[in-house]
């Protein structure tokens, strides 16, 4: 992101462990960009596009969302 801003991809179901990393993040003054696990291929890939995130989040059960984003599985992702 512009003017030294960093943005954080957050794929979570809707759980109170995606508020505290909603808070987590914004106490590191970077942008918070909530994923939809219910979305995937394209649609998921689009999304991740538009939030062009430095790192992720990724909460439990949510691991086939990312990887159908992906082209090409992330290095350390399992």
Known sequence: MAD???SVGLLFKNR???VTCVAAV???VAVAGML?????GAESRHSV?????Q??????GCLVA???ACLQ???GVP
Do not use: C, F, T, Y
């Open 4 to 6: 030294g801003w960093h």
């Open 16 to 18: 109170r462990e995606l």
């Open 26 to 28: 914004a106490m590191l």
């Open 36 to 40: 939809n696990p219910n979305q995937h």
């Open 49 to 53: 596009d538009i939030i062009k995130p």
């Open 55 to 60: 790192w992720m989040v990724v909460g439990d």
């Open 66 to 68: 990312l990887h159908s």
């Open 73 to 75: 599985r992330p290095d």
